[in-house]
């Protein structure tokens, strides 16, 4: 069985971004770029997945810029088996990748497709269970663990108060959460192998998907600032603090 | 026009980020209905009718609705939705499991985690943990929406709207509930609470976590969370998570213990009324938007505190 897996190139979780003196968004020119960490968790796992012989192959996907290419060899240096670039300059959002995946869908016929709950850029946690939508299959998000059983997938989701488990036929949508795995560090002679490793490069219009944007970005403004307060100096005077002047307990 | 909320329920009682939702979809502008999909869910439906502001509770029964399954949901949403211009979720675990499979089943665009409605297709919404703020313009038909529940007061309760009973439709589903492990206990919920007491990466060990922080909670009648770093070294459970993409909270008082305030944290709780932090590192970027400091040893100053309050 194949896995399909789907990694963003996102500016990296150690950047604080900042948004531009113009407000028509934030300025990623010259800041590190790395792999989206939810698309790493669902890297490594499907990796996993197929170290213990429940998947053959794992194919990743990113959608984007030409530098995608490097987060596709990251994935592959992972351990994943090829690669396939969506190449566009446009501005891609979570509806317009889930139809690009779902046409690869189509392709490749996988029997799983992974992806991480979140980007750590627009942080919108859609595209997942919009795949899961566009192709009428099951659907589990916020994973914290997965098993192959019975030709079934167990999965086992982050929910509000606690954890829950799913059942899915096969081929299903999963979508990672922090838990799931612990990604390993990819090792020198990875990398180089991973130089090696295949990637295949589609545009938009060759999978017949129109990517046009439904959202559009008026404005991006600073976040208001909080400031910060005074430091007391004992116990005491916290509690008077608390009491007496936020008067919050 | 027409706005759609569906309501978070465990069958009895709402779950109080619905509240907040509505407040969002009566700033959207139109009449406000409100979606009880559930097994014997009556009394959850009753409870929803009483929301302020809601027009009418539209009560779908079925076994299936009981876990609220991410494909059921979106086939009874769905069979509803022509009828409305906004479909709002709250932006809990729940709801973003199902709003993105809706949007994209009627072929639009979802706009998620809005902090405020500044027309009925313009929204404001965080990007990059909070870092920046994007005013968004949907341009399709329909607005799917989830809603950060911090950005919006909850809806008043105490009027009456009527229920109306409508048939079920569910999907034809490839997906089964096996079982959950949720947690019971008394606290108020996380995202709900008052006064959180969170707990970090120096409390050591889950023992220490609980020794040290429960106290505290239990004398301010809080609810307990913990940063990533605590939750990843398996100090406290995964949902006590706060953060970027954790529970997002702006309860009146927070107190962090022990919890140096990497920006992925500070993103779950910047809105919070009152900041209390209580570190010993005087360096921790937690301080910068706390109120109050406390640099001290959190195993001494927090006993201390119990004692004090």
């Given at each position: 069985m194949k896995a399909l897996v789907a990694v963003k190139r996102v500016v990296d979780?150690?950047?604080?971004?900042?948004?531009k003196s113009d407000q028509t968004g934030v300025d990623i020119a010259n800041v590190k770029m790395s792999m989206n960490p939810f698309d790493e968790i669902a890297v490594e796992e499907a990796v996993r997945l197929k170290e213990k012989g429940v998947l053959t192959e794992v194919v990743v996907v990113s959608c984007g810029v030409t530098q995608c290419q490097e987060t596709l060899r990251t994935a592959m240096a992972i351990g994943a088996d090829r690669g396939i670039l969506v190449e566009t300059n446009e501005e891609l959002q979570p509806l317009a990748v889930a139809k690009l995946l779902k046409a690869l869908a189509d392709k490749e016929q996988p029997g799983m497709v992974i992806l991480g709950k979140q980007a750590i850029d627009d942080d919108c946690n859609q595209t997942g269970q919009m795949l899961a939508a566009l192709t009428d299959w099951p659907q589990a998000t916020f994973?914290?663990?997965?098993?192959?059983?019975?030709?079934h997938l167990h999965v086992?989701?982050?929910?509000?108060?606690?954890?829950?488990?799913?059942k899915?036929?096969?081929?299903?949508?999963?979508?990672?959460?922090?838990?799931?795995?612990?990604?390993?560090?990819?090792?020198?002679?990875?990398?180089?192998?991973?130089?090696?490793?295949?990637?295949?490069?589609?545009?938009?219009?060759d999978l017949g998907v129109d990517v046009t944007p439904r959202i559009k970005t008026l404005k991006v403004s600073e976040p208001p600032k909080r400031s910060a307060g005074i430091k007391v100096a004992d116990v005491a005077a916290l509690v008077d603090k608390l009491k007496n002047e936020a008067k919050v307990i | 026009m027409a706005s759609l909320v569906i309501a978070e329920h465990d069958n009895q009682s709402l779950k109080p980020a619905t509240l907040n939702?509505?407040?969002?979809?009566?700033?959207?502008?139109?009449e406000v209905h409100l979606l009880v999909a559930g097994k014997n869910a009556t009394v959850a439906a009753q409870a929803a009718s009483h929301i302020s502001g809601v027009a009418k509770v539209l009560h779908a029964e079925a076994d299936v609705f009981e876990h609220g399954l991410a494909e059921h949901m979106a086939a009874q949403i769905l069979a509803l939705s022509s009828a409305y211009s906004h479909i709002l979720f709250a932006a809990t675990a729940s709801g973003k499991n199902i709003a993105p499979r809706v949007a994209a089943k009627l072929d639009v665009a979802q706009v998620s985690d809005i902090t405020r409605v500044d027309s009925p297709d313009t929204f404001e919404r965080p990007i990059y943990a909070g870092n920046a703020m994007a005013t968004v313009q949907a341009t399709d038909a329909t607005k799917v929406i989830t809603v950060r529940t911090t950005g919006f007061d909850a809806a008043a309760t105490g009027s009456s709207a009527p229920v109306e009973v409508i048939q079920a439709t569910t999907a034809d589903a490839k997906s089964q509930f096996m079982g959950s492990e949720i947690a019971k206990n008394d606290r108020p919920e996380l995202t709900a609470a008052k006064i959180i007491v969170s707990g970090g990466r120096a409390l050591g060990s889950a023992e220490k976590f609980s020794e040290v922080i429960t106290p505290l909670a239990d004398k301010l009648g809080a609810a307990m969370g913990a940063s990533r770093a605590a939750v990843d070294a398996g100090y406290a459970p995964n949902d006590w998570q706060v953060g970027q993409t954790g529970k997002i909270v702006a309860p009146q008082l927070y107190v962090a213990c022990g919890i140096s305030g990497a920006i992925q944290h500070l993103a779950g709780m910047k809105d919070s009324k009152v900041i209390v932090a209580i570190n010993k590192d005087p360096e921790a970027p937690i301080f910068s938007v706390a109120d109050y400091g406390l640099e001290a040893d959190l195993f001494v100053a927090v006993p201390e505190l119990v004692s004090a309050l």
């Open positions: 979780y150690n950047v604080k971004v900042r948004v994973a914290s663990k997965v098993e192959l059983v019975d030709g086992t989701r982050e929910v509000d108060g606690g954890l829950e488990t799913l899915l036929s096969l081929p299903a949508v999963v979508t990672t959460d922090l838990r799931l795995n612990e990604p390993r560090y990819v090792t020198l002679p990875n990398i180089m192998k991973a130089k090696k490793k295949q990637i295949d490069i589609f545009k938009p219009e | 939702t509505v407040t969002a979809a009566i700033a959207c502008g139109g």
